[in-house]
């Protein structure tokens, strides 16, 4: 079993930056984060594999980059120009690969971005 545990988050107004960081108990084949904004599904944000292979979602490619640190198992999301669109509970999302093949959540940090 992997924990996670996320930091970072907060308050923030339009044009601002945040960074948020997850640390895995273990080492994880790919991480990353998703979002949730009240009455909407969970999205992705971004993804980072061991490799460094990202994937961004649209709406946040040029604003938010994503790096990871495989010393510490640890992921980073730095979050620049956010948007009040952007206000959201990010969930630190950790995948183990194959062949356990297994998903793990962090318990998730509100990010608040004022207009």
């Known amino acids: 079993q992997v924990q996670l545990v996320e930091s970072g988050g907060g308050l923030v107004q339009a044009g601002g930056s945040l960074r948020l960081s997850c640390a895995a108990s273990g080492f994880i084949f790919r991480m990353g984060w998703y979002r949730q904004a009240p009455g909407k599904q969970r999205e992705l944000v971004a993804t980072i594999t061991s490799g460094g292979s990202t994937n961004y979602a649209d709406s946040v490619k040029g604003r938010f980059t994503i790096s990871r640190d495989n010393a510490k198992n640890t992921a980073y999301l730095q979050m620049n120009n956010l948007e009040p669109e952007d206000t959201a509970v990010y969930y630190c999302?950790?995948?183990?690969?194959?062949?356990?093949?297994?998903?793990?959540w962090g318990q998730g940090t509100q990010v608040t971005v004022s207009s």
């Open positions: 999302n950790a995948y183990s690969g194959q062949p356990f093949n297994r998903q793990y």
